[in-house]
Antibody, heavy 112, light 112 residues
Framework: QVQLKESGPGLVQPSQTLSLTCTVSGFSLTSNSVHWVRQPPGKGLEWVGAIWSGGSTDYNSALKSRLSISRDTSKSQVFLKMNSLQTEDTAIYFC??????WGQGVMVTVSS | DVVMTQTPVSLSVSLGGQTSISCRSSQSLVHSDGNTYLYWYLQKPGQSPQLLIYKVSNRFSGVPDRFSGSGSGTDFTLKISRVEPEDLGVYYCYQGTHYPFTFGSGTKLEIK
């Protein structure tokens, strides 16, 4: 059974770094891509970036300078790091296996 | 960035009725590999998005045949027949052909 679960701090201060973890089960990271998608409260969906089965990454160009996605295949985990957070980064962050199966999402609020 | 324009913004459908949602892209979504990476999602209230259709017309696992996708190039349609109460929510189209991948702004479906 494919499962993904996001975890991380619910509150981050402006200008600080966000670190999120996506823990997966039921599939291999070396055979599937994992994407991050975010959704500001009451708004639509925005593709953040992806790590592909071979380990290469692609990022939304609007976020690229602040974003890093990596993984630990031995732990079945994918990591998102985003620095210089601003209030507009407040959103639910989802991880998804190849845009098919999705986690429940984690709400991140950027506020002092 | 590829702009995905969804219409209508909202619609109200009677139970058992039929409806369709349009999604138009600002560029052709035919990839150099020959595939068209156009997906449809439903986000029910308080839930993560769920994949309905991938690569224009393929139903994801467990999706009833009441949902069908069609289209090509820049013009795509999601049709929902025999509408049921659980179909309410926001429908999004998504393109995974051109970086950065992008979503439409959503179509809210209400049940009359």
């Amino acid at each position: 059974q494919v499962q993904l679960k996001e975890s991380g701090p619910g509150l981050v201060q402006p200008s600080q770094t966000l670190s999120l973890t996506c823990t997966v089960s039921g599939f291999s990271l070396t055979s599937n891509s994992v994407h991050w998608v975010r959704q500001p409260p009451g708004k639509g969906l925005e593709w953040v970036g992806a790590i592909w089965s071979g380990g290469s990454t692609d990022y939304n160009s609007a976020l690229k300078s602040r974003l890093s996605i990596s993984r630990d295949t031995s732990k079945s985990q994918v990591f998102l790091k985003m620095n210089s957070l601003q209030t507009e980064d407040t959103a639910i962050y989802f991880c998804t296996r190849s845009l098919g199966n999705w986690g429940q999402g984690v709400m991140v609020t950027v506020s002092s | 960035d590829v702009v995905m324009t969804q219409t209508p913004v909202s619609l109200s459908v009677s139970l058992g009725g039929q409806t369709s949602i349009s999604c138009r892209s600002s560029q052709s979504l035919v990839h150099s590999d020959g595939n068209t990476y156009l997906y449809w999602y439903l986000q029910k209230p308080g839930q993560s998005p769920q994949l309905l259709i991938y690569k224009v017309s393929n139903r994801f696992s467990g999706v009833p045949d009441r949902f069908s996708g069609s289209g090509s190039g820049t013009d795509f349609t999601l049709k929902i027949s025999r509408v049921e109460p659980e179909d309410l929510g926001v429908y999004y189209c998504y393109q995974g052909t051109h970086y950065p991948f992008t979503f439409g702004s959503g179509t809210k479906l209400e049940i009359k």
